[in-house]
């Protein structure tokens, strides 16, 4: 029985991607899991920090860009800095996760993972390490893949879904109560308003946390059989690991793969993957109108609301400035905006409409203004 501290117990921390979704504040050279978007810890720092108390610390792996990997030291203070693996390029989740399968194995063949994007916030980390202690039960029977979800709030655009079944009646919590677990029926990727809408409604939809857990022999097994050229290339990798040939056959393998998502590849084919519910007050800090809602909730401001700071509202309501100390920002018959100022960038947005700030990042890339992301 692999359980919580097990040295058969391992963690994947994505830290990859830019979090071009809260530019100007994340960039390129610092993306967001590397801010300290909460109190004083990057949001790195606080995914590994929760993570110490399942995993051993030589357990905990973190894959992340050349740049990602420089910053590790400086982000997280007193923490011991966990393995870093390297991803030559950016090629989404699906090779990511089959690079840090293959290091696992070398090191253990009988690893259980748990994979988390680094950026994610858990309001409620006892109920957050229940959830994950239960899932890793399960897993190590090496026959499903498991997906934690989170009850919708909202008809939300910018998460994707699974939608479950009835539960399975023998699978059953750690306390032996019924109904824990879910065979997941589909997934959904990011809907229009209307679907979204829906899915709210029909009470079996659930947004995808992105947290999963498993045995390397289960997600071994549907690599090979759903994506049978990328489950080459990780085989490729695991003779290399730990040789002199080890960087050069992975920037290889890097070199020709395209960008998938493991729920692309992996987990929509699967009839393996099954569902625990997450209620650990999770947040994915995917736009500004996520950030702010979770600063807010927290009792925290995202504003300086008084004049003496710098910050002048006339007939305006509603709004939030997120400014430099130094500078004076004047709002004037404006209501429901967010205002997000930088030494050299601003973005003046509507609140709820937040997400159209990734088709603006994109813009810039394609019209060769990289200086600014």
């Not at 097990?6 to 801010?35: C, D, N, Q, Y």
């Not at 939809?205 to 990328?230: K, Q, V």
């Not at 730990?242 to 020709?256: F, K, L, N, P, R």
């Amino acid at each position: 029985m692999i359980e919580p501290g097990s040295e058969h117990l391992f963690a994947i921390v994505m830290a990859g991607g830019t979090g071009s979704a809260l530019w100007p504040v994340s960039r390129r050279k610092v993306p967001r899991h590397f801010l300290p978007l909460f109190g004083r810890d990057a949001m790195i720092a606080a995914t590994i920090r929760r993570l110490e108390c399942l995993v051993r610390k030589e357990n905990i792996l973190v894959m992340t860009s050349h740049q990602g990997a420089l910053r590790m030291e400086d982000v997280l203070g007193n923490i011991d800095i966990p393995t870093v693996i390297v991803e030559p390029q950016g090629r989404n989740t699906a090779p990511c996760i089959a690079l840090a399968t293959a290091v696992i194995r070398k090191r253990d063949p009988d690893a259980v993972s748990i994979i988390v994007p680094a950026d994610h916030q858990v309001l409620d980390e006892n109920a957050f390490r229940a959830c994950i202690a239960d899932a890793i039960g399960l897993a190590a029977e090496k026959q499903q893949l498991v997906a934690i979800g989170v009850r919708p709030r909202r008809p939300e655009t910018s998460y994707g879904y699974l939608q479950v079944e009835l539960p399975a009646a023998e699978q059953r919590a750690s306390d032996g109560s019924p109904g824990h677990f879910f065979r997941v029926r589909t997934f959904a990727e990011k809907p229009d308003g209307a679907t979204a809408q829906k899915f709210l409604e029909s009470g079996d939809f659930y947004w995808n946390s992105g947290i999963y857990i498993w045995h390397i022999d289960a997600i071994s097994r549907e690599f090979r059989r759903s994506m049978p050229d990328l489950y080459r290339d990780m085989a490729v990798m695991y003779q290399a690991i730990g040789t002199a040939a080890e960087h050069d056959m992975i920037e290889d393998v890097y070199s020709w793969q395209h960008p998938v998502s493991i729920v692309c590849g992996v987990m929509e084919q699967s009839d393996a993957v099954v569902m625990i519910e997450g209620r650990f007050g999770w947040r994915d800090l995917g736009s500004w109108d996520d950030l702010i809602e979770a600063i807010e909730s927290e009792g925290g401001t995202a504003r300086t609301a008084d004049v003496s700071s710098g910050l002048l509202e006339i007939s305006s309501e509603r709004n939030t400035v997120h400014k430099a100390a130094e500078k004076a920002v004047c709002l004037v018959g404006v209501n429901d905006l967010m205002v997000i100022d930088t030494d050299d960038a601003l973005l003046v947005c509507r609140k709820g409409s937040s997400q159209g700030v990734r088709k603006a990042v994109d813009i810039m890339r394609r019209e060769g203004l990289e200086k600014w992301l």
